[in-house]
């Protein structure tokens, strides 16, 4: 008898980089860690001028896998800025099909709206538990909850914690790291930031957990929660 196959978690990175934060500082440094340690990232940026800006500073070509940065979801003009942001991706030739946002989007505010410009999964900014946390949302919306923050917020920088919450033997599903380049204001900051990096990609490289975009995480659970076909009861009676 064929022995299980062993669930190996995926564990997906997402850089937060605001507009304002130029490309040529912490974003390009990022980027080049990112590369050199193989691993790959979902970059949630605010306009799509941005893309052109990293790779310039890079100096090479870089398959990002974008999402759609919009912090404040609780602002009244959320909606309208989705639809223009998501039309200002399309208009140059971007693909995206996440958005990233701060805390938690209110059930059954705007997920008609992000599922008719094509968004499919939400991650949020808050850390709330040991694990994480994936959230089913109307529409076929998934939303990820992430459980490790570089830089933190706190007082205190996730460097002796790091390992403990990607810990696959406590994980159940994805681990969502959040990366946000406009709160590392000091080295100390960015160096929490390649810690993060290396302990993901240590993992990785150990195969205890497996890297995925937040685009292919969307994609997997969308495929596990499709309703398989049934056999047809007259196909088998004949």
Do not use: Y
């Not at 030739?93 to 709206?113: D, P, Q």
């Amino acid at each position: 008898m064929a022995s299980a196959v062993a669930f190996v978690p995926p564990v997906s990175i997402v850089v937060r980089w605001p507009d304002a934060v130029p490309a040529e500082g912490l974003p390009s440094h990022v980027a080049s860690r990112l590369i050199d340690l193989g691993i790959g990232a979902t970059w949630a940026i605010e306009a799509p001028r941005q893309v052109a800006g990293l790779t310039a500073a890079v100096e090479q070509p870089i398959p990002l896998n974008l999402a759609l940065l919009i912090n404040d979801a609780a602002k009244p003009l959320f909606a309208e800025t989705v639809i223009r942001a998501a039309a200002s991706f399309e208009s140059a030739s971007r693909s995206i099909n996440a958005l990233a946002i701060e805390g938690e989007l209110k059930r059954g505010s705007f997920e008609r709206t992000l599922c008719q410009v094509g968004i499919q999964a939400v991650v949020g900014g808050a850390v709330k538990s040991r694990t994480t946390e994936v959230r089913s949302l109307p529409f076929g919306i998934v939303e990820f909850r992430p459980h490790v923050e570089a830089p933190s917020k706190g007082r205190f920088l996730p460097f002796g914690g790091v390992s403990r919450r990607l810990d696959a033997a406590h994980l159940t599903s994805a681990a969502v790291v959040n990366i946000d380049v406009s709160r590392a204001n000091s080295g100390r900051s960015v160096r929490a930031i390649e810690h993060v990096m290396d302990q993901v990609a240590e993992a990785v490289r150990q195969r205890a957990l497996r890297s995925a975009t937040i685009s292919q995480l969307a994609g997997e659970l969308s495929r596990q929660s499709a309703p398989r076909p049934q056999r047809s009861i007259l196909r088998t009676a004949a």
